[in-house]
């Protein structure tokens, strides 16, 4: 029976669920940083769509380099923890350093939602805490997945994206 029990897998890795992932870059060749972060986001995620990428101001007027954002919505059936695990690894292939927060950035791969899961770690918060005030996340998503949901609100990301203009 023990052998049984073994066998058997959290619910979550049993179901792919839509991943969106956004990313932004602020230092050196900021489109191939964003190009080299979706083919590797293509490793981890199946049937990847790519949205346009933009150019942003930092938040909050913050002096620094101008972003190139833009998101990727794939399907996983990865755990959100091993996912975020998976972007910071890829961030630092990229050479990300996080010497202050806010700092230019080569590579920022933001783990925005998965699925319906609503996550509170000391590591993860799903669905991102910040997702629904920045346009430079919604305008993407709502280009390549508008229907895609916030399972704390039940909005829409097209919905969400609308509440900002």
């Not at 900021?30 to 930092?58: D, N, W, Y």
């Amino acid at each position: 029976m023990a052998r049984l029990r073994e066998m058997v897998l959290p619910v979550e890795e049993l179901f792919l669920r839509r991943a969106a992932v956004a990313l932004g870059s602020n230092l050196g060749s900021r489109a191939s940083h964003l190009a080299f972060g979706v083919e590797r986001l293509r490793q981890v995620l199946s049937e990847v769509v790519v949205s346009r990428f933009i150019e942003t101001e930092p938040e909050h007027a913050a002096a620094g380099p101008i972003f190139l954002n833009g998101a990727v919505v794939g399907r996983t059936d990865e755990p959100p923890q091993r996912l975020l695990e998976a972007l910071l690894a890829i961030e630092l292939e990229r050479g990300r350093v996080r010497s202050y927060q806010g700092a230019p950035r080569t590579l920022d791969l933001d783990l925005v939602l998965v699925g319906d899961l609503i996550v509170e770690s000391q590591t993860l918060r799903l669905p991102h805490p910040r997702f629904r005030s920045r346009a430079f996340v919604l305008g993407p998503l709502a280009e390549i997945e508008p229907n895609l949901v916030d399972p704390v609100t039940g909005k829409t990301v097209l919905q969400l994206n609308a509440l900002l203009s």
